[in-house]
Structure formats: C-alpha cells, structure tokens
C-alpha cells in the first residue's frame, strides 16, 4: 500500500523575520516619498517641455525668415511683370475702354436728367467719339462735342448746367503705378540674420 503524505499541523510554521522598527515606513513618510517623487516627475515634465518649446520656436522663426525669403523672391521674380502690365498693357486697355467707359458715362447722365451736355476731349479722339456717340443714338442737341488741347487721351470734362464731370482714366493708371511700387517697397525687407 502507498504511503500517503499529509501535512502536520503539529509542529509551528517558520515566518518570516519581522521589519526592525527603524526600517518601518509610516503614512508621513510615504507621503513625503510619494510627494518628492511625483515633484521630479512634474519638474522632468516641465523641462521636457521647456526644451520642446524652444525647438519648436526656433524652428518657426527659420520657417518664418524661409518664408519671408520666398515672398521676396517670388515678388523679385514677377516684377519685371508687373511693371510690364503696368506700363504697357494697362495703358491700352485703359486706351481702348476709354470711349466706351465715357459714352456709358453720358448715357447715364442723360438718363438722370442733365440738360444738354458739353463734351471737352484730347483733339484725336473727337472724330471716333463723335461717330460712337451718333451710333449710340445721341443727337447733337443732347451731346456737343468738342476739342480741348489741353487733355490727354484718356482724360474727358462734361458739362452741363452748371456742374462737370472729370474723366481721368490717366489719374487712376498714375494711382495704380504708385500703388504697385508701394507693394513693391513694402515686400523688399531687409533678410533676417541667423
């Protein structure tokens, strides 16, 4: 028959050595551990963030100065353009649209009630506009035409009653080229050193 093994209670268990008092931890003590440790775990946090912040910042100001670098070159790049439109095609077409902004300006003012208007024109554009103005409809006793040395092409006075008009197309380039060389001075800053 096999022996079976059972387990005597007689004899007193072996426990394990008791903590000596001078090791013991108490609640004031673990608090003040748990608090210094949770203390460097914030102030690592914080310097990690600290580092993070000054990459982060370095980077945006070196994407802000190759930023700033690109508008500046882009501009430099277009403005041989730009003053290309602004001296050459913009006057044309300032040129052409001239008769046609001018005759839409008399069809209003009649329209509106002014008596009979008095057209003051550059000396070449008498007999084109006078030939617009009979198409258009316009009798010579709602629209006098006549030729003033004096003004450019582009530029018209219309009078009636005792008012005027001035139509200067030629004004509005003058102010358009000012503007773009504004732009232009105010992209051309000076480059941001490393």
Do not use: C
Request: proline residues 6%; hydrophobic residues 45%.
């Amino acid at each position: 028959m096999t022996r079976l093994s059972l387990e005597d209670f007689g004899r007193p268990k072996v426990l394990p050595p008791a903590v000596p008092p001078e090791l013991s931890v108490g609640n004031d003590d673990f608090d003040t551990a748990y608090n210094a440790g949770w203390d460097d775990a914030m102030a690592q946090v914080d310097e990690e963030q600290g580092r993070i912040g000054e990459k982060l910042a370095d980077r945006l100001m070196v994407l802000e100065r190759d930023q700033q670098s690109a508008v500046v070159s882009a501009i430099a790049a277009l403005e041989p353009m730009l003053h290309e439109v602004f001296d050459k095609l913009l006057p044309r077409a300032a040129e052409r649209a001239f008769i046609g902004v001018l005759l839409e300006e008399l069809q209003t003012l009649l329209s509106d009630g002014a008596g009979k208007l008095m057209l003051q024109v550059a000396p070449e554009e008498t007999a084109p506009l006078a030939r617009l103005v009979e198409r258009a409809g316009l009798t010579p006793d709602q629209v006098t035409i006549r030729a003033e040395p004096a003004l450019a092409i582009s530029q018209a006075l219309v009078r009636w009653d005792d008012q005027e008009r001035r139509i200067d197309l030629e004004a509005v380039l003058a102010v358009m080229d000012e503007a773009l060389e504004t732009f232009l001075a105010s992209v051309k800053v000076e480059p941001v050193d490393d």
